[in-house]
């Protein structure tokens, strides 16, 4: 496994460069310079960082300028598919100093601190709690496209760039005040001229208010026009499927007894069928199982919102627990998720599902096999379409599935206009006069 350690050489009290030692497995081992300079009298090779003393504001702005540097390099290597090189590390290192900031004082400066702070656990979402893994994610993802946009790539990125024969934006290294309008029209075009679709690019616009907020917060600049109506995010309807209760019958009926990885995965996903719970719950739910007044229920507090549930244990959900002597199976999501198309093609879950999409701008029909949009969110969007269709009060439901406004619940009820016309034609209104005809 890849790691990255800080050395410097030299003893006289002058400033000396900090190098950055690389090392991946036996044959991989270079120095490269790390951009950072240091008082050898002050320093330690042994703790990689200030010898002990009290602290100036000039050492803690250093400090964070360490810190940032070993996140970024850290972060590159999870994402490096390539050969390691003196060239990649050099170019890793390029590039975060072309966005790092003396005490995040300009807009990357303050988004690679913001992120950082975030991961280290040291700044809270709204509920006082650490951010989500799926939200630091989401962020990153963010400062790299945001990187690109100003011609600021990765390693991984330019090569990739360079093999695809895509243009290379030139560097122009933006800050608070630049993200106007104009700059809101000319990176919403720049994102579809790329590629994305409309849902990632919404999102992406998002994340970029966000923290903007975040910094309008902390005082770090006055600029207001990103919280212009203009300077919106936006969305496309999604395609995103359900299962049929009897789907989800014919899923969980299906003899796997011959492949053990795949009948965990397919249980696996089936408790998400009855819980309406996101995966990044499931395993709470054998720890959180209590009884009322005689009926079993989940209590569990969701790892996205920290919105508490209480779930009714349904039969199914029993039998499974049973079934595994109340521990429920841990099998990644990614395994799920690929596991879980099989079983559906298997199953004969083969419709044809076709949708509208767009792309670099230009919008154009999408068609796939109904298996083949099956995931692990497929179960959440199933419970909650099926409760719904049960006749269960959407309120009710939202107790369940932890939705806040029936707006953002309404999304996830994934009934066709078929569905709603059939299940519309047997209400008494439309009923009323076919009764008066054929008296």
Not at 83 to 98: F, G, M, N, P, R
């Amino acid at each position: 496994m890849a790691s990255v350690n800080y050395i410097v050489r030299g003893k006289k009290r002058k400033l000396v460069p900090i190098y950055v030692r690389f090392l991946s497995g036996r044959d991989t081992d270079f120095l490269v310079n790390s951009g950072l300079k240091v008082n050898p009298a002050q320093w330690s090779n042994r703790t990689q960082s200030l010898r002990q003393r009290i602290k100036t504001d000039a050492d803690e702005d250093f400090l964070k300028k360490l810190s940032g540097l070993k996140d970024h390099l850290n972060n590159e290597i999870k994402v490096y598919a390539g050969e390691y090189s003196k060239d990649w590390l050099t170019s890793v290192i390029e590039s975060y100093h072309s966005i790092s900031v003396e005490t995040a004082s300009t807009l990357n400066g303050f988004i690679e601190d913001f992120i950082s702070r975030a991961e280290r656990g040291e700044v809270k979402n709204k509920n006082a709690l650490n951010y989500a893994a799926g939200t630091l994610k989401g962020l990153r993802g963010f400062q790299r496209v945001f990187n690109m946009y100003q011609g600021v790539y990765t390693a991984k990125d330019l090569s990739e760039r360079k093999e695809k024969k895509k243009p290379i934006r030139p560097k122009k290294i933006l800050d608070f005040e630049d993200i106007t309008i104009t700059f809101y029209k000319n990176f919403v075009r720049f994102l579809t001229d790329e590629g994305y679709k409309t849902n990632t690019i919404g999102k992406f616009i998002k994340l970029l208010k966000f923290v903007m907020n975040k910094a309008l917060a902390e005082g770090k600049h006055k600029n207001r026009q990103f919280q212009d109506k203009a300077f919106s995010g936006f969305t496309e309807d999604s395609h995103a499927v359900y299962l049929t209760t009897e789907e989800i019958d014919r899923i969980y009926n299906y003899d796997l007894s011959k492949f053990p990885r795949m009948e965990l995965a397919r249980d696996a996903f089936i408790c998400l069928c009855e819980t309406a719970l996101r995966v990044s719950d499931y395993r709470k739910i054998d720890l959180n199982i209590r009884e009322r007044h005689g009926e079993k229920y989940i209590f569990i507090s969701q790892t996205k919102t920290s919105e508490k549930v209480i779930i009714p244990l349904s039969a199914r959900m029993e039998a499974l627990l049973n079934k595994y002597q109340g521990s429920l199976p841990r099998i990644p999501e990614q395994h799920v998720n690929r596991h879980i198309k099989t079983i559906c093609a298997w199953c004969k879950i083969d419709e044809t599902i076709t949708w509208e999409t767009q792309k670099y701008g230009k919008k154009y029909e999408k068609s796939a096999k109904k298996y083949e949009l099956v995931t692990c969110h497929t179960g959440r969007r199933s419970a909650a379409t099926n409760m719904y269709l049960a006749g269960i009060l959407v309120r009710d439901i939202m107790k369940i599935t932890g939705h806040r406004t029936e707006e953002v619940f309404n999304n996830y009820i994934r009934v066709t206009e078929e569905e709603t016309a059939e299940r519309l034609a047997g209400h008494p209104y439309f009923r009323r006069n076919k009764l008066s005809i054929a008296k």
